[in-house]
């Protein structure tokens, strides 16, 4: 029996592909393509060195100067300060309050009942006015002893059937004196207001005492 390939023409035969033929030919693209890859490499490379050598030109008016600059201070800044209080702050109990003429209404101490007044630094008070709280402002204290009571006051409403101690005249307020563990408040005429004694201060003094 004889194979197809007896009757292949010999012009079949000389084109037939070689194993070596397409070796070469895969060699040759590959650097081709190499070859490209070089040339463009070389062409950015110069493009670069280019712009590096090409000298700096700025426009006038585009750039501002820099301010010199603020070397670090270190230590204490005398423009922050401490926190100031108000003259009357404190959590002061009455042991006497007075009426409009001056006469005294009510003694601390003779039963459980109290009237506590406190003030915080910024000069905001609060206390009761029979079973309601109270709550308003001083006004700044002056260096010689004058101050008043903000007349922008704010209270409860509650319905009080109760017996109640009496409420300070903090509208009557025009001046005050301090001395030790006592505040003395009196209206625009002199006439006593309300004494009371700082509970802070008396409680340490009574803890130093008790030990």
């Not at 709550?135 to 059937?161: I, K, R």
Request: net charge negative; hydrophobic share 45%; aromatic share 12%.
């Amino acid at each position: 029996m004889v194979s197809d390939t007896a009757f292949a023409t010999p012009a079949l035969q000389n084109h037939a592909p070689s194993p070596l033929r397409a070796i070469l030919t895969l060699l040759s693209q590959v650097f081709a393509v190499f070859a490209f890859f070089i040339v463009v490499t070389l062409f950015a490379a110069s493009a670069a060195r280019a712009d590096n050598e090409r000298p700096l030109q700025i426009t006038p008016g585009l750039l501002l100067p820099l301010p010199d600059p603020i070397p670090p201070e270190f230590g204490y800044d005398d423009s922050i300060g401490l926190p100031v209080f108000h003259a009357l702050s404190g959590l002061w109990w009455a042991h006497t309050l007075f009426d409009e003429q001056g006469h005294p209404i009510w003694q601390g101490g003779q039963n459980t009942d109290s009237v506590v007044l406190r003030i915080d630094m910024k000069g905001q008070f609060s206390t009761r006015d029979e079973c309601n709280y109270l709550n308003g402002s001083f006004n700044p204290a002056s260096d010689d002893g004058q101050v008043s009571v903000n007349p922008m006051m704010a209270s409860t409403l509650m319905l009080c059937w109760d017996d109640y101690p009496p409420t300070i005249g903090l509208t009557r307020i025009a001046r005050f004196e301090k001395e030790g563990f006592e505040l003395r408040l009196f209206d625009d005429s002199d006439r006593p207001v309300g004494f009371f004694y700082n509970m802070h201060g008396l409680a340490a003094l009574f803890d130093d005492l008790l030990n």
